[in-house]
């Protein structure tokens, strides 16, 4: 099997209104990752794109309006989805473009404008539901989520300041990343808890805000890399996805079981047995709080039940034994959904190559693991990388 | 390493199919294609790809409603937005980086749902320079016809002459829904649409699953005596501006083309294959897609038109199965039952409309309106 790396990374600022289209979105991600790893787009023989709903853009087959911002015009072309799991799927993809022998250096753009739809792009997310059994009911995700962060709290006995407590790291760590939107060094597990109440038991502090935002990653062979002198590739040690019945409702949804069967076969490919001591550290996926727990035990990071404890004894902190979510994640960077590949297998490319500046983990690292989640609660794919 | 197909399930086409849901097409033509490669979907396939765009299923995120109806819960599975035969180069490429032996590839059409066919259409406009110019974007198709009857010197009547031959081809399949007896007069006397495009040039819509199994090469011949091979596939967008983008000739056929056919080692492509299906949406699409992929000279198709080049029976049967026209436009469906039926074709299981000998042959596709999308699979039989 060819050997594949990441060779560069470019995101937009996160935010909740970008003045920029779509279009320019993709091209400012893509120009800085080609920038970063010394490429024209001459040199990348095809495109991969990723995004979530077409309804947020309000474009049908969004990605071939955006072809162009992403460099795709007379090359191979291709978007794949699995809703807010896209996020670390589309570079996947990017993989086996690679490692299939069929290209040597592929692009790959994601991108969200989620600002489009109006008045929330909440209203989207009415449309995602099974339309005789759900639809009637009128659900909305924050309910759902609410349902999902209550079940694994009850299973686990679970406070709510340990989660809480997840909200408030990542929002501290994401005042080092020079995209985010939701910093805020002073925070408190107390100004979480006194944040409006969303959906018992979500405060809207819980909550990862909604973000227009564009990232793009260049993935090329080792053949690739070595010609090109390329420096600190980081390579892809093991991918893996999976997704869960569409009926959410017959599911225990204290535990992702579709995460844990998608990492084991990243892991497998990775030839990782013992993930909490054969990995430094995680960017799992942070929509809500609870959710980078969850994540966390879904990879087999600790055992289950035990992330909120690890959480309340800093292990997860950026100086931490296990840093999780050092970029800031999506509670602090922001959420334009496909985008937040560039807060997650982003950040393992900047982290593992040395470059992610005042977000550097302070000791040695080696190994990462990421995550992104999607579809109805009942999707994940997983990437490891390794310096 | 070579990729085999071994399993083919086609749901027969038709305009509408009110007394099954989407997912109970998906279930059969999924159920068919494992039945034919004799695999337990729940065990032996690795991976699922379904090709679906969010907007002609009704759904936000359609990529949640897949898994149940594939077997493919707790399994790898995800979409590709786009043709199946770009989904099929990604099942390709899965098992030649060494994630999947075997994958399930799924396309469909449920258009009968979709009350605004024309309306989702223009909304894959530009929302800012296309879009608010109304209307139906049928236009986009007569001024393109226009464009490429001008430059190729063919003449509507030609273009009729396609449109009785699909349809009538597709009276003799028994998967097809529109098949009839025309005469190229009806053609020219029908409607017009958006001038020179008459309501007959238009391909009908309809209703439709397709699977396909794909193995790698060791495992294919386990599961099949005679796996139809997959020796290339390629695909290319265009431009997706109206206003730079080719209009008289198919660039992004041309480049999918090549990519296809590099693979492949397809020199000489007006020798190499028996049959092609080729995307035909539109009538005119058909002899600019032919010349796009090499299989008629640019200058000479309108000869070739009128010569029976491209009837069943003809020196490159092209749309043996009736086509768009003939069996009806199954959009994101239309390029993966294009390469089922040249598998059929390659394995003998053509029924009536059987080319004797078939032992190459080549699927072209392209997304629709106002793509300028294409893909290319170049299969075979044998070594």
Redesign the interface.
Known sequence: MRKVACIGAGMTLFRRRLLETGKEMCWEAARMALDSAGLTIDDVDAVVFGSAPDAFDGIHMKGENLLDGCGGVGKPYVRVFTGGGTAVFSPIAGYWHVASGAFDCVLVVNEEKMSSCQPHPQSVFGHIWDPILDRPLKPNLVWIFAMEMNRYMTVHKVRYEDVAAVAVKNKRNAVAHPCAQLADPNITVDDVKNSEMMAWPVRRLDISPPSDGASALVIASEDFVRKRKVESPVWFSGVGWCIDTTMWTDRDLYFPEYLARAAKMAYKQARIDDPRKQIDFAEPYDPFDYKELHHMEGLGLCKKGEAPVLTREGVTQRDGDLPTCPSGGLLGVGNPIAATMGIKVGELYWQLSGQAGKRQIPHEIHTGVTNAWGDLMQFSSVVVMRA | MRVGIVGVGVVPFRPATPEYSWKEIMYEAASRAYADADINPREEVDSFITCA???WE????F??????QLG???????????DGI?GL??G????????ADVVAVEAHSKISDLLTYEG??R??M??IWNKPLGGSPYYLAGLEMDAYLRAAKLSERDCAAIVTKNRQNARTNERAAHGVKLDVEDVLASPPISTPLKELDVAPLADTAVVLVLAAEARAKKLASDPVWIRGV????????LETREWAEA?YLE??AK?AYSEAKVRSPTSEFQLAEVDDKFSYKEPQHLEALGLSKKGSTAKAIRAGTFELGGDLPVNASGGSLGCGNVIEASGLHRVAEVALQLRGHAGRNQIDGARTGLAASW?GL??A?GAVAVLGVGR
């Open positions: 765009e969010d907007y009704g759904f936000g995120i990529d949640e409603f897949t898994p149940d493919a819960v707790l399994r790898p599975a995800c979409t590709v937005t786009g770009q180069a990604q390709v490429l899965q098992i030649r980086a060494g994630l989702v259409v909304h894959a530009d929302p390629g695909w290319n967008s265009d431009s997706p501006w660039k480049n999918a990519m997304r106002p793509t999308t």
